[in-house]
């Protein structure tokens, strides 16, 4: 079967970006390929794996039709965010109604916008979907690529789009070198029913064992993403219910009381993917297939939803002779995605680096740094735009 774009990845990003391509009236022809993966209805208790979704992030889930189809009760907006250094004093506090915004962002479950996403990309005509498959090989000619299935069937298109994560298929078969960092941590994730509202704040703490956050859900209910080095994160993943519970406690200071598990903790490796290339005549990478950061800023993926948006507009952009898959229109995106993919990346991985050190004399720098930022509120502003994309 032919076709002008063929997504490999039917993940968030990749779903996101079918859904832009399809509300374009461009009229692509459109594939996408992906393999069968478990999913829990949503009644079926509330996600461990939830998502900051910026602004701008959710501007591009509207236009793609996919936001107004999520239900707001699911939907906790966050009114400010306090991150506290390892010191026990130094504080940074960020305020949505200092930056004269509504929200500064929104937590929202990764299957309710996926199921979201599915819904949209049910009602699309322009998009035929492989799954379960996936990619076997991939062959190239001047004007057209080649992706031959494990089932057999093939799919050729003009533009193979890898959305398909961080072990990104895609990108190995084609070549497309990438510089990976294992952090040696894994980011543990689980829901608490706590004891104090939490007034759609959230915390954040770099601790001297990594970084413990807790972030607001609709209801007194918080999500805890804690990452720690793998031996600490595998204990703590291994704890009872109760023996977690009075730890996470503990690692909050006790600012929201008693604290009562209420999903199954789950564990997710950590590492730094940078690539040497985005695209390359006939492939283009996004989200984690392109780059991967450390959770500490919940950046990862509001980056990939901010590739999918860019990589619409350019080929809603083109000219109507341009052929999709060309290198040259294909490096526009490159060029657009670049500064924001290496410096959210410098800022992620320097932090990590920061707070996870113990060389003498940083501790005071960088809890000097928190506070003294604290007081600058151009600063804090910019730290601010700079993340809602």
């Known amino acids: 079967m032919v076709f002008d774009i063929a997504i490999v990845g039917a993940g968030l990003v990749g779903a996101s970006l079918a859904a832009a ?3 374009s009236g461009l009229g692509l022809g459109l594939a996408l390929v992906e393999p069968e993966r478990a999913r829990q209805p949503l009644q079926a208790g509330w996600d461990s794996r939830i998502y900051a979704i910026s602004p701008s992030s959710r501007e591009f889930l509207a236009a793609c039709g996919a936001w107004s189809r999520i239900d707001a009760d699911r939907v906790q907006p966050v009114q400010a965010m306090r991150v506290r250094g390892d010191d026990n004093a130094a504080e940074l506090i960020f305020s949505a109604y200092e930056a004269g915004l509504p929200e500064l962002c929104h937590i929202v479950e990764s299957r309710v916008i996926e199921q979201a ?3 949209v990309l049910a009602e699309c005509d322009e998009i035929t979907v492989f799954r379960p498959s996936q990619p076997d090989s991939i062959d190239f000619a001047p004007d057209s690529a080649l992706l031959t299935l494990v089932d057999g069937r093939s799919v050729e298109s003009r533009l193979v789009v890898g959305a398909d994560g961080a072990h990104s298929w895609i990108r190995q078969a084609t070549g497309i070198q990438s510089d990976e960092r294992d952090y040696r941590q894994l980011a543990v994730v689980a829901n608490f029913d706590v004891q104090s509202a939490h007034a759609g704040i959230a915390f954040q703490w770099f601790r001297r064992d ?3 956050a807790l972030l607001p859900m609709p209801g007194n209910r918080v999500s805890m993403v804690w990452s720690a080095w793998d031996e600490a994160a595998r204990r703590l993943a291994a704890l009872s219910a109760e023996d977690l519970q009075t730890e996470v406690e503990a690692a909050a200071d006790h600012l929201l009381g008693s604290m009562r598990l209420c999903s199954v903790p789950q564990a997710f490796p950590l590492r730094l993917i940078r690539v040497a ?7 283009a990478l996004i989200g984690d297939a392109a780059h991967t950061v450390h959770p500490l800023a919940g950046q990862g993926v509001n980056l990939g939803f901010q590739d ?3 990589l619409a507009d350019v080929l809603r952009g083109r000219n109507a002779q341009d052929d999709c898959g060309d290198w040259r229109l294909l490096r526009r995106y490159a060029r657009a995605r670049k500064e924001s993919i290496a410096s959210m990346q410098l800022v992620t991985d320097g932090l990590q680096r920061l707070f996870n050190n113990q060389v003498p004399g940083l501790k005071w720098l960088r809890n000097t740094g928190l506070s003294l ?3 600058v509120t151009p600063l804090k502003k910019m ?4 993340a809602l994309g």
């Open 373 to 375: 930022t604290d007081r």
């Open 308 to 310: 999918a948006r860019t």
């Open 117 to 119: 996403l599915e819904a």
């Open 277 to 283: 290339e985005l695209v390359r005549p006939r492939v």
């Open 383 to 386: 730290l601010i735009e700079r």
């Open 21 to 23: 391509l399809a509300q």
């Open 210 to 212: 990594g970084v413990f």
